[in-house]
């Protein structure tokens, strides 16, 4: 890092889909923690940096080890499944989405 782009106001470290649950660190200094991998999430670095060599790291944990530790603080029932909230399933489409290709099919073949 060099001692012009610390003499800004900010220095922004900008992560685009990092795991369900991770913690970002910056010279073994905790920058900030995540918990939703479908947001882009922006820190404030700066105060962290150092002119020269920095160390990010960036820890993913297991968010079943987390639910299962959030159910027993709470008391909640263990979870049957993880990983799914919604219905998910196939259904046919004679629209073609951008970028992919178009599959048409009659009702025989599903």
């Known amino acids: 890092m ?3 782009t610390l003499s800004h106001k900010q220095v922004i470290l900008r992560c685009e889909g990092l795991d369900t649950l991770a913690t970002i660190r910056i010279n073994g200094r905790e920058l900030g923690q995540t918990d939703n991998m479908f ?4 820190f404030d670095a700066k105060p962290l940096l150092q002119t020269g060599e920095n ?3 960036i820890l993913i944990s297991s ?6 530790a959030l159910e027993k603080k709470r008391g909640w ?5 993880l990983g ?5 399933f196939l259904k046919p489409n004679e629209f073609k989405i951008p970028g992919s290709a178009l599959v048409k099919h009659g009702s025989s073949e599903l």
């Open 39 to 42: 947001r882009t999430r922006e």
């Open 77 to 81: 029932p263990p979870q049957q499944v």
């Open 55 to 57: 160390k990010i790291e």
């Open 63 to 68: 968010p079943a080890k987390f639910v299962e």
């Open 2 to 4: 060099d001692a012009d």
């Open 84 to 88: 799914f909230f919604r219905t998910a």
